[in-house]
């Protein structure tokens, strides 16, 4: 395997402009920080979050990684939030497990894995353009535990996903994780700092959601705005 990569997440122009990496993600918790003063991904509409990523892609080069969440409802509202972001600029597409509304605070709550495989599979119906990414991101994996991490990651490259991403993710939960599992092409996220990821995660997994990142590039208590 190759040596890990490090996606920063990040969220207003400045930042991704001056970012050296070759592709960020633009997490939907940073996006409602900016726009609305609040980390809680659940607070943003897909039209609000579409529009932010259109500006995003008119400042950089860099594959930007779009924040499906849990695709704003079923399968059917899931493949028309994947088309909205594909028109967008995604370079990559994460949908996560959650219920809906999706959020950043506190436990994720996983839909079930039947549940999970139709979204999956409703949105690699809608992407038309097979150079866009699709990210199956398992954020309740420590309420369904290691066997069912196992199942739905094959059922993930089952429904057609290119890459799964282990969200919600501590250094106490990641010891948890068998040895074949590193072995299984995953992405994670993680809170660490960047250093720490790289002590910790080099050359274990394909790619490292930094979502720390932001807030380490921030001054202390302050707010960024609309930087656009």
């Known amino acids: 395997m190759t040596e890990t990569e490090l996606i920063p997440a990040l969220a207003n122009a400045p930042m991704i402009q001056a970012t050296t990496q070759p592709r960020l993600f633009l997490a939907g918790s940073l996006v409602a920080q900016q726009l609305l003063g609040s ?36 399968a059917l509202n899931t493949y028309y ?20 509304p999706a959020h950043s605070q506190g436990q994720a709550q996983p839909v079930s894995p039947v549940e999970f495989f139709g979204k999956l599979r409703a949105a690699k119906d809608a992407l038309r353009d097979e150079s866009i990414t699709l990210i199956a991101e398992l954020d309740g994996w420590t309420t369904y535990g290691l066997s069912g991490l196992q199942e739905r990651t094959t059922q993930a490259y089952k429904a057609g996903a290119d890459l799964v991403l282990l969200g919600h ?37 394909k790619a490292v959601l930094d979502l720390d990142y932001f807030q380490q590039l921030q001054p202390k208590n302050q707010l960024v705005g609309r930087q656009l």
């Open 39 to 74: 980390q809680d991904a659940e607070l943003l509409a897909l039209s609000e979050y579409a529009q932010y990523l259109r500006y995003m892609s008119l400042v950089t080069d860099r594959d930007i990684w779009a924040d499906a969440q849990s695709g704003f409802g079923n």
């Open 81 to 100: 939030t994947v088309q909205e972001l594909a028109r967008s600029g995604a370079a990559g597409i994460v949908l996560n497990d959650q219920r809906y």
């Open 169 to 205: 993710c501590t250094e106490l939960a990641l010891d948890q994780l068998p040895a074949s599992m590193w072995q299984a092409g995953l992405a994670i996220q993680h809170t660490a700092t960047s250093q720490t990821v790289t002590q910790l995660l080099k050359n274990k997994f």
